[in-house]
């Protein structure tokens, strides 16, 4: 059986409020699939869900053929990693530290290694001996992509990764996902920038009113790119 992330039927829940219905889709080891959509339509909560961190969930979630459930670090342990939307680095410490702190061996052949982050993201070799609190806004988000990839987890979820950030950190971005997928990890990407999802994904699921609205292979968006981006513009 191939390596892959299965969401079957999964309805998510914030206390009593219902935010996810029925969201089904597939993950393969070594691809990149990405959730697009407007604001509040369930993007972010499909990935918080994957960690276990919404009040309550129906349905499965398969990792490599194993239900993943549980509190988050037992799903880390399984072999799924997120990026929030927030930045959350440990900012007492250096660069160095950060990096050396989310470090984790799986398979020896496989794993990112620092130096492999430090060659993705050169300004974090500029910047081992620095405190992470003192960097920008973008050197954070590489450093969080950073540590994700150290962790070398099987899937790795990324939560808007660009926002906010200048064109040189979103090429920085693009770079990590592919060595991600170079290294054989699944990635669910969610992103605002078209550009980027389509310059990285392979596989498109547009998600409305908590669910999964419309698919897309990347062979019919290369055919019709406007059916895609139509369905993200506000009407």
Same mark, same amino acid.
């Given at each position: 059986m191939s390596a892959?992330?299965?969401?079957?039927?999964?309805d998510a829940y914030y206390g009593t409020s219902q935010i996810l219905h029925g969201v089904s889709f597939e993950v393969l080891g070594g691809t990149v699939t990405c959730l697009l959509?407007?604001?509040?339509?369930?993007?972010?909560?499909?990935?918080?869900?994957?960690m276990g961190l919404v009040d309550r969930q129906e349905g499965r979630i398969i990792l490599d053929g194993k239900e993943l459930k549980g509190a988050t670090y037992v799903r880390s342990k399984m072999g799924i990693t997120l990026v929030p939307e927030d930045r959350k680095v440990f900012a007492g410490l250096t660069v160095l530290?950060? @990096?050396e702190v989310a470090?984790?061996? +799986?398979?020896?052949?496989?794993?990112?290694?620092?130096?492999?982050? !430090? %060659?993705?993201? *050169?300004? @974090?070799?500029? +910047?081992?001996?620095?405190?992470?609190?003192?960097?920008?806004?973008?050197?954070?988000q590489m450093l969080v992509v950073a540590r994700a990839m150290l962790?070398? *987890?099987g899937y790795m979820?990324? =939560?808007?990764?660009?926002?906010? @950030?200048?064109?040189?950190?979103? =090429?920085? !971005?693009? !770079?990590? !996902?592919? %060595?991600? +997928?170079s290294k054989g990890i699944g990635v669910i990407l969610v992103e605002q920038s078209?550009? $980027?999802? $389509?310059?990285?994904?392979?596989?498109?699921n547009v998600m409305q009113n908590g669910q999964i609205y419309k698919r897309f292979t990347r062979d019919e968006v290369i055919r019709d790119p406007t059916s895609l981006a139509n369905l993200l513009v506000i009407e």
């Open positions: 892959s992330l299965v969401f079957e039927n999964v959509g407007l604001n509040g339509m369930g993007k972010t909560t499909t990935l918080r869900t994957a530290e950060n @990096l470090r984790c061996k +799986r398979d020896q052949a496989k794993d990112f290694t620092i130096d492999d982050a !430090i %060659a993705i993201f *050169p300004r @974090l070799g500029e +910047r081992l001996k620095q405190k992470a609190g003192t960097m920008s806004g973008g050197e954070q962790a070398n *987890p979820m990324l =939560d808007e990764p660009t926002e906010g @950030l200048a064109p040189e950190y979103v =090429d920085a !971005i693009k !770079i990590s !996902i592919d %060595a991600a +997928r078209l550009p $980027l999802a $389509l310059a990285v994904g392979d596989s498109f």
